[in-house]
């Protein structure tokens, strides 16, 4: 059986480091678990001419939106969220799509210490935050505040958080600083665009940081919340997280999270 994780670019991924290591450590011997470059708009042709070897793909930007678009079945949360990391092949054929990078999140952000009621600052409103705000609302969040360069980003986040039933609020992003004591702040922007806060981030020792980058690692704003005495979570640890819920869905099997885990400390040394 094969899997893949697709999306442009692609060459950096460590996802096939996890997933092989999660078929060796489970015995699946005849698992295979590759990389293919792939846009978005190439994404429901290679889906198309893929066969019944074929257990499932791992979707990445920029084609995560084309996923639900081709599927045959999506998952509540993937619908809810209208993009999807994960395509599922059914024994009939059809393709069913869900999101485990939101199931991710929940488990990075319960194990960094995140109880229901607690108020979260995400920082932008692309697709990551659109999994941050259903996250935060299966946490049992009180409130999301989004903290967007674009305020139309904003709003086309507000439908999200009404299927996900969690309220939203909008702020600029030079009043970033002003939303950084909440319970839990989540950075889902890309590389060196929240760097510029690490210097005027007033942080409260205890608030839970998630950096959904991981390279380079620490990012700046990693690195002034820990001297601030927060929990810190890095893309590495969602990264994990998202793919431990995809090897089960593709295999059947129970992912084996230690060896999988070994293997991508071990990739990143």
């Given amino acids: 059986m094969r899997a893949a994780v697709v999306g442009t670019p692609i060459a950096h991924s460590l996802s096939p480091v996890i997933h092989e290591a999660g078929y060796a450590a489970a015995g699946l011997t005849g698992w295979s678990y590759t990389r ?21 793909l791992s979707v990445t ?18 619908a809810a969220v209208g993009a999807a990391n994960t395509l599922v092949r ?12 939101v199931s991710g999140m929940v488990d990075v952000l319960t194990a960094a210490g995140v109880t229901p009621g607690a108020t979260v600052t ?7 935050a659109r999994a941050a705000v259903a996250a935060a609302a299966r946490l049992g969040a009180a409130e999301v505040t989004v903290v ?3 305020p139309e980003a904003v709003d086309e986040l507000r439908p999200v958080a009404a299927a996900v039933g969690v309220p939203l609020a909008g702020a600029p992003w030079d009043g970033a600083p002003a939303h950084a004591r909440a ?11 929240a760097d510029p806060l690490a210097d005027n981030f007033d942080w409260r020792p205890g608030t839970v940081y998630f ?4 390279d380079p690692w620490p990012t700046p704003l990693a690195t002034a919340a820990l001297a601030a005495g927060c929990r810190v979570s890095s893309g590495l640890d969602l990264l994990l997280a998202q793919a431990v819920g995809q090897f089960t869905q593709f295999t059947g099997v129970a992912a084996p999270v230690g060896a999988m885990r070994a293997a991508l400390a071990a990739a990143r040394r």
């Fill in 148 to 150: 967007a360069r674009r």
């Fill in 90 to 101: 059914r024994p009939d054929g059809r393709w069913y799509a869900d999101n485990t990078d």
């Fill in 211 to 214: 950096d959904a980058l991981y």
């Fill in 61 to 78: 930007m920029p084609g995560k939106e084309a996923a639900l678009a081709l599927a045959d079945e999506a998952s509540p949360v993937a």
């Fill in 183 to 193: 319970d839990v702040v989540v950075s889902t922007v890309p590389k060196g665009v």
């Fill in 36 to 56: 293919i470059e792939c846009a978005a708009d190439e994404l429901a042709g290679l889906v198309a001419g893929l066969g019944p070897d074929w257990a499932g």
């Fill in 122 to 128: 995400v920082l932008g409103a692309g697709g990551t």
